[in-house]
Antibody, heavy 122, light 111 residues
Framework: EVYLLESGGALVQPGRSLRLSCAAS????????MHWVRQAPGKGLEWVSS????????DYADSVKGRFTISRDSAKNSLYLQMNSLRPEDTALYFC???????????????WGQGTTVTVSS | QSILVQPPSVSGAPGQRVSISCTGS?????????VHWYQHVPGTAPKLLIS???GRPSGVPDRFSASRSGSSASLAITGLQAEDEADYYC???????????FGGGTRLTVL
C-alpha cells in the first residue's frame, strides 16, 4: 500500500526553526516528485515546495524562499522540510504529497499524508 | 486573490449536476499546462480526483469529469450525492513563478 506519514509539527516561537519529516512507503521513492502543501486555519491549500524525482528540480513558493529547504533521503525513503526564521503566518497544517510524475510541470499529487500541525506563536 | 480563480461556492440538490470553473492566465493554464482537481474535506488528506495528464485515479467514480477551453478548466459532478460535500481545488503549474499553483478552492454544498 502506498503511504505517507508526516511528523515534526509543533508549537514554536517566531524566529525559531523546525524540521518536518515525511516517511514514504509502497512505491519507488526516487522515481517521483514530492511536494509540501499547507493549509492555514480557515484558508485554502497553498503550495510550499517541490522536489523532483532523483532530487532534481527544486522549487519554492515566494512566501518561503530563502527560509525553507526541501530535501530527501533515499536510503530512508523520507522527505524533509527544514523551516527557519518561522513567522506567525507559517502556522498551518502541513501535508506531504507524492506526484504522479517526476519532473515539472508535474502530473498531479496522487497520494497525500494526513498532515502535521505547525503553530508559530509567542 | 489566487492566480487560478475559482468561485467561492456552488450548490446543488442530490442527483443534480454542478460545475466548478478554474480560470488562469498565459503563464499557467493558458500555456497549456495540465490542470488537476482535488476534493478536500477540511482536516483530512486531500484526494486527487482527476489528473490533467494521467486521468482519473482508480476508485474515483466517473461522475467526476474535467474539461478545458483555453485558459479555463472545469470540473463537473453529475448525480450529486451528500458525500460529495467538500472543498474542491484546481491546480496547475506556472512558468513565471516556476512552481505549483492552486486555485482558491470552491465549497460544494449538497442541499
Amino acid at each position: 500500500e502506498v503511504y505517507l506519514l508526516e511528523s515534526g509539527g509543533a508549537l514554536v516561537q517566531p524566529g525559531r526553526s523546525l524540521r518536518l519529516s515525511c516517511a514514504a512507503s509502497g512505491f519507488n521513492f526516487d522515481d517521483f516528485a514530492m511536494h509540501w502543501v499547507r493549509q492555514a486555519p480557515g484558508k485554502g491549500l497553498e503550495w510550499v515546495s517541490s522536489l523532483g524525482g532523483n532530487s532534481g528540480y527544486i522549487d519554492y513558493a515566494d512566501s518561503v524562499k530563502g527560509r525553507f529547504t526541501i530535501s530527501r533521503d533515499s536510503a530512508k525513503n523520507s522527505l524533509y522540510l527544514q523551516m527557519n526564521s518561522l513567522r506567525p503566518e507559517d502556522t498551518a497544517l502541513y501535508f506531504c504529497a507524492k506526484d504522479g510524475g517526476g519532473v515539472p510541470p508535474y502530473s498531479g499529487m496522487d497520494v497525500w499524508g494526513q498532515g502535521t500541525t505547525v503553530t508559530v506563536s509567542s | 486573490q489566487s492566480i487560478l480563480v475559482q468561485p467561492p461556492s456552488v450548490s446543488g440538490a442530490p442527483g443534480q449536476r454542478v460545475s466548478i470553473s478554474c480560470t488562469g492566465s498565459s503563464s499557467n493554464t493558458g500555456a497549456d499546462y495540465d490542470v488537476h482537481w482535488y476534493q478536500h474535506v477540511p482536516g483530512t488528506a486531500p484526494k486527487l480526483l482527476i489528473s490533467g495528464d494521467l486521468g482519473r485515479p482508480s476508485g474515483v467514480p466517473d461522475r467526476f469529469s474535467a474539461s478545458r477551453s483555453g485558459s479555463s478548466a472545469s470540473l463537473a459532478i453529475t448525480g450529486l450525492q451528500a458525500e460529495d460535500e467538500a472543498d474542491y481545488y484546481c491546480q496547475s503549474y506556472d512558468i513565471s513563478l516556476s512552481g505549483v499553483i492552486f486555485g482558491g478552492g470552491t465549497r460544494l454544498t449538497v442541499l
